[in-house]
């Protein structure tokens, strides 16, 4: 995670120099200014997180400096430092939209916790932001990374068949994300608001995957004490998501066409049917008409679930998505395992997206993992994937275009670094990792002409 930046206004240098090092040592990034009016023009240069201004100041005071920024940087959060005797303007000061106020003498402990909240609440604020904007756009989840064209073919299919009532068949290998597909499609449909049960169907001993399903009656088997719910009727007027279909027995195959055509259930011990009105998706990762042709499934349950089928394709089969599903990977476990790595370098980068990735986005989420733990960064290298090194056998993912894809990704990584960094280049070689000759060679390599950074503003 980048380091986040306070903007320090105040009219006594000492002040500004005892704030300035308290969040120096927190790891902030810190500006300052003698005034709310030269505040003012540094954030007319660059953005910052938080401000934090006396609130008596000779020129303009902090109050006159909260209605300024607020006008023209609304996201920014203003933190108002005031001596006992103005604590009502204080008050009042609030009311115009300052996060917070500090009394003087002011403790470290205060400064510190008191910032960190009101960037907390910035964080809460763009992310129902994005949501809202997500939601606008008919995007319902944002565990759905990449834009590929393979990706946005699926997803396009998702938003076609959503709204039906037909069975859904997902096919694709183990870790493509079918799950994340099923949930999207329950998401999209006219049963958003009732239960959606996923079920393994691999995960249950033959003997009792029927009465997870279905249900059963108190005594119809031995350790049946009591009546017991299946979760078809939990998931009665919502969707229930069958995985790994075919370990479903064949015994039990005839009852799950019965749920489908007759839109009821037997629970086992039982012979009074239950109606339920459940929506079935079911997925695999093998071929079921294979399975069919060697009498593992039966063809009239494969025809009756495959009314509608969508593939997801491999994950080397979207390889520019890679890079964002690290991004996604590396914040995901950045707050699980407590780190603040900013993401890959780009060789590394250009080296994952060249392997194989037989497990596919899950074994890809299981690399970034293993290697965030390894790493003693904030950057990830490609000496925290030795088990990658090491494989024997890689024949990489690459395309056609797979070089020209990373270069125009890395010509965008650097570019947008020299934007941030107002086209310090010093200061963009430490945003993304590297060395200043490195950085130098790569702007050669790449050709790029960083009179583009003018442009893109």
Same mark, same amino acid.
């Given at each position: 995670?980048?380091?986040?930046?306070?903007?320090?206004?105040?009219?006594?240098?000492?002040?500004?120099?005892?704030?300035?090092?308290?969040?120096?040592?927190?790891?902030?990034?810190?500006?300052?200014?003698?005034?709310?009016?030269?505040?003012?023009?540094?954030?007319?240069?660059?953005?910052?997180?938080?401000?934090?201004?006396?609130?008596?100041?000779?020129?303009?005071?902090?109050?006159?400096?909260?209605?300024?920024?607020?006008?023209?940087?609304?996201?920014?959060?203003?933190?108002?430092?005031?001596?006992?005797?103005?604590?009502?303007?204080?008050?009042?000061?609030?009311?115009?939209?300052?996060?917070?106020?500090?009394?003087?003498? &002011?403790?470290?402990?205060?400064?510190?916790?008191?910032?960190?909240?009101?960037?907390?609440?910035?964080?809460?604020?763009?992310?129902?932001?994005?949501?809202?904007?997500?939601?606008?756009?008919?995007?319902?989840?944002?565990?759905?990374?990449?834009?590929?064209?393979?990706?946005?073919?699926?997803?396009?299919?998702?938003?076609?068949?959503?709204?039906?009532?037909?069975?859904?068949?997902?096919?694709?290998?183990? $870790?493509?994300?079918?799950?994340?597909?099923?949930?999207?499609?329950?998401?999209?449909?006219?049963?958003?608001?009732?239960?959606?049960?996923?079920?393994?169907?691999?995960?249950?001993?033959?003997?009792?995957?029927?009465?997870?399903?279905?249900? !059963?009656?108190?005594?119809?088997?031995?350790?049946?004490?009591?009546?017991?719910? $299946?979760? &078809?009727?939990?998931?009665?007027?919502?969707?229930?998501?069958?995985?790994?279909?075919?370990?479903?027995?064949?015994?039990?195959?005839?009852?799950?066409?019965?749920?489908?055509?007759?839109?009821?259930?037997?629970?086992?011990?039982?012979?009074?049917?239950?109606?339920?009105?459940? !929506?079935?998706?079911?997925?695999?990762?093998?071929?079921?008409?294979?399975?069919?042709?060697? $009498?593992?499934?039966?063809?009239?349950?494969?025809?009756?679930?495959?009314?509608?089928?969508?593939?997801?394709?491999?994950?080397?089969?979207?390889?520019?998505?890679?890079?964002?599903?690290?991004?996604?990977?590396?914040?995901?476990?950045?707050?699980?395992?407590?780190?603040?790595?900013?993401?890959?370098?780009?060789?590394?980068?250009?080296?994952?997206?060249?392997?194989?990735?037989?497990?596919?986005?899950?074994?890809?989420?299981?690399?970034?993992?293993?290697?965030?733990?390894?790493?003693?960064?904030?950057?990830?290298?490609?000496?925290? &994937?030795?088990?990658?090194?090491?494989?024997?056998?890689?024949?990489?993912?690459?395309?056609?275009?797979?070089?020209?894809?990373?270069?125009?990704?890395?010509?965008?990584?650097?570019?947008?670094?020299?934007?941030?960094?107002?086209?310090?280049?010093?200061?963009?070689?430490?945003?993304?990792?590297?060395?200043?000759?490195?950085?130098?060679?790569?702007? !050669?390599?790449?050709?790029?002409?960083?009179?583009?950074?003018?442009?893109?503003?």
């Amino acid at each position: 995670m980048e380091p986040r930046s306070v903007l320090i206004v105040d009219d006594e240098a000492s002040i500004r120099t005892s704030l300035k090092k308290v969040l120096g040592n927190a790891g902030y990034i810190t500006k300052t200014a003698s005034s709310g009016h030269e505040a003012l023009k540094v954030l007319k240069k660059s953005s910052v997180d938080v401000v934090l201004s006396d609130l008596q100041m000779p020129d303009d005071d902090g109050f006159q400096l909260l209605v300024g920024v607020k006008k023209e940087h609304p996201r920014t959060e203003v933190i108002l430092i005031t001596g006992h005797g103005t604590v009502e303007r204080a008050v009042e000061a609030m009311k115009e939209g300052a996060y917070d106020f500090i009394t003087q003498p &002011f403790k470290k402990a205060v400064i510190l916790s008191t910032v960190e909240r009101a960037i907390e609440r910035q964080d809460l604020a763009q992310e129902n932001t994005y949501l809202k904007a997500q939601l606008a756009k008919g995007v319902t989840t944002h565990e759905i990374i990449g834009n590929s064209a393979a990706l946005r073919s699926v997803l396009n299919m998702v938003d076609r068949v959503a709204p039906l009532v037909s069975t859904v068949l997902i096919t694709g290998g183990s $870790g493509t994300g079918k799950e994340l597909i099923a949930r999207a499609l329950h998401r999209k449909s006219p049963r958003a608001g009732k239960p959606f049960v996923p079920i393994n169907c691999a995960a249950f001993p033959e003997n009792l995957i029927e009465s997870e399903l279905f249900g !059963h009656v108190k005594g119809s088997f031995t350790g049946a004490t009591r009546d017991k719910q $299946g979760l &078809f009727k939990v998931a009665d007027r919502g969707t229930i998501f069958l995985d790994e279909i075919v370990s479903v027995p064949l015994n039990l195959q005839v009852k799950l066409l019965r749920a489908i055509e007759q839109k009821e259930i037997l629970p086992a011990g039982s012979t009074t049917p239950e109606i339920v009105d459940v !929506h079935i998706i079911a997925a695999t990762n093998k071929n079921l008409l294979d399975e069919v042709e060697q $009498g593992n499934f039966r063809e009239d349950l494969y025809y009756r679930l495959n009314v509608v089928g969508i593939e997801i394709p491999p994950l080397r089969d979207r390889v520019e998505d890679i890079p964002d599903l690290i991004d996604h990977f590396v914040a995901t476990h950045n707050a699980q395992i407590n780190k603040h790595i900013r993401g890959v370098d780009p060789e590394t980068l250009q080296f994952l997206m060249e392997q194989e990735w037989k497990g596919n986005i899950r074994e890809l989420e299981n690399a970034i993992e293993r290697a965030m733990i390894l790493c003693d960064s904030d950057l990830l290298t490609i000496q925290q &994937f030795p088990h990658l090194i090491r494989r024997p056998g890689t024949t990489g993912a690459s395309g056609p275009d797979l070089k020209s894809s990373v270069r125009r990704f890395e010509a965008d990584m650097i570019l947008k670094a020299l934007d941030a960094a107002e086209q310090d280049k010093n200061e963009a070689a430490k945003l993304l990792g590297l060395s200043l000759s490195s950085l130098y060679r790569k702007i !050669h390599e790449l050709g790029i002409d960083v009179r583009q950074v003018a442009d893109r503003r």
